[in-house]
């Protein structure tokens, strides 16, 4: 059996999971597991399809990104299905697909997924770098805590005689947050 997985960071991206979702129904995947997860959450959908495929099956992902956040994570994977006797296709390739059925197919994997994670590191790197710049320029901030955009809220049910576990339950936000709010304390 023919199996896709396809997976997009963000609620945001929807385009680009159909977009995935296209290219393996036309790669002949007869199952496709989707969804919208970063990939250092927990993939519940990459867990179903690893645990659903059997000896003999086939794993499709259109890019290695999709399916592995670090090389270490791709090598255990593809371990992990050829321990089953299950083996992988990866169609973006330059137009090729690149199969671990065969060693040169294993080669350029891991070749492939160094280059993506070396990738990676330096986009991180540069971002990294523009934050510093920014803030020494004094134009980033950072992002506002979540429950310090709720400060008033807190304020007001406490001035309602609401407790603070209960003002916590009610605005979704962490308990010890209400009582830094409370206490006048800011997040850092």
């Known amino acids: 059996m023919t199996i896709g997985y396809a997976r997009t960071s963000t609620v945001e991206q929807e385009a680009g999971l159909e977009a995935q979702e296209r290219d393996l129904k036309a790669a002949g995947c007869e199952r496709i597991f989707a969804e919208r997860v970063s990939s250092v959450a927990k993939r519940e959908q990459l867990a179903a399809a690893l645990d ?45 697909a690149l199969d671990t059925r065969n060693p040169t197919g294993k080669l350029m994997l891991t070749m492939l997924g160094a280059v993506a994670e070396f990738e990676r590191d330096l986009m991180l790197e540069r971002q990294r770098e523009g934050i510093a710049k920014a803030r020494a320029e004094g134009k980033y901030q950072g992002r506002v805590p979540t429950a310090q955009r709720k400060a008033n809220e807190v304020h007001k049910l406490k001035a309602e005689g609401v407790r603070p576990t209960e003002i916590a339950s009610r605005l979704g936000i962490g308990r010890a947050s209400v009582y830094r709010i409370l206490a006048g304390e800011t997040a850092a």
């Open 52 to 96: 659903f495929a059997r000896d003999g099956d086939t794993l499709v992902v259109t890019k290695p990104d999709r399916l592995a956040r670090s090389v270490a994570d791709l090598l255990a994977i593809v371990a992990k299905l050829h321990g089953k006797g299950v083996a992988l296709r990866v169609l973006s390739m330059g137009g090729t």
